[in-house]
T-cell receptor, first 111, second 117 residues
Framework: GQSLEQPSEVTAVEGAIVQINCTYQ??????LSWYQQHDGGAPTFLSY????GLEETGRFSSFLSRSDSYGYLLLQELQMKDSASYFC????????????FGSGTRLLVRP | GAVVSQHPSWVICKSGTSVKIECRSL??????MFWYRQFPKQSLMLMAT?????????EQGVEKDKFLINHASLTLSTLTVTSAHPEDSSFYIC?????????????FGPGTRLTVL
């Protein structure tokens, strides 16, 4: 089967750093993407890791370890607007290319 | 950045009727689009891959005759929920890859909330 596990909820204070973990089990794995979704809104792309290591994009960084089937999203200098759901998504190929989404993590940023 | 639109944004219908949802890529062409379903506070579940000019590819457990997908042009894919029932009530979202070969980065539409009475 295929699955991506994330913590259901994370709470942090404004200005802090938070890490959202994702462990995956999937065949035909290409890489790991991260998406942000505010309530009632569309998911928006944050980052993608095809290779092991850290990718940095402004306040957001994402890490992948293929040998551990593990990745994380790191959010720095948290702002209130970062309160949202965050999804890891495995890019995989079987008969066609597709994204399989994780269970999602709701991040609540408090003052 | 690229924009994907969906229409309608919400729809309420009676049980037994059919509902069509449109997904358009506004400033780029998309030979492939994806349809997802999302229940409140849950993840996005991939329903099917829509391919321009050919049949859609459905995920296991998704009824092809229930959820009809048509990708008639490089900018438009439609999802028709046939003979809708209350259990079909959900948030339906489409997406399109940023570019051919760049499927890891998807642009998502704003979603359509379907309520079946």
């Amino acid at each position: 089967g295929q699955s991506l596990e994330q913590p259901s909820e994370v709470t942090a204070v404004e200005g802090a750093i938070v890490q959202i973990n994702c462990t995956y089990q999937t065949s035909g794995f290409y890489g790991l993407s991260w998406y942000q979704q505010h309530d009632g809104g569309a998911p928006t792309f944050l980052s993608y890791n095809a290779l092991d290591g850290l990718e940095e994009t402004g306040r957001f960084s994402s890490f992948l370890s293929r040998s551990d089937s593990y990745g994380y999203l790191l959010l720095q200098e948290l702002q209130m607007k970062d309160s949202a759901s965050y999804f890891c998504a495995a890019a995989r190929m079987d008969s066609s290319y597709k994204l399989i989404f994780g269970s999602g993590t709701r991040l609540l940023v408090r003052p | 950045g690229a924009v994907v639109s969906q229409h309608p944004s919400w729809v309420i219908c009676k049980s037994g009727t059919s509902v069509k949802i449109e997904c358009r890529s506004l400033d780029f062409q998309a030979t492939t689009m994806f349809w997802y379903r999302q229940f409140p506070k849950q993840s996005l579940m991939l329903m099917a891959t829509s391919n321009e000019g050919s049949k859609a590819t459905y995920e296991q457990g998704v009824e092809k005759d229930k959820f009809l997908i048509n990708h008639a042009s490089l900018t438009l894919s439609t999802l028709t929920v046939t003979s809708a029932h209350p259990e079909d009530s959900s948030f339906y979202i489409c997406s399109a890859p940023r570019a051919s070969g760049s499927y890891n980065e998807q642009f998502f539409g704003p979603g359509t909330r379907l309520t079946v009475l």
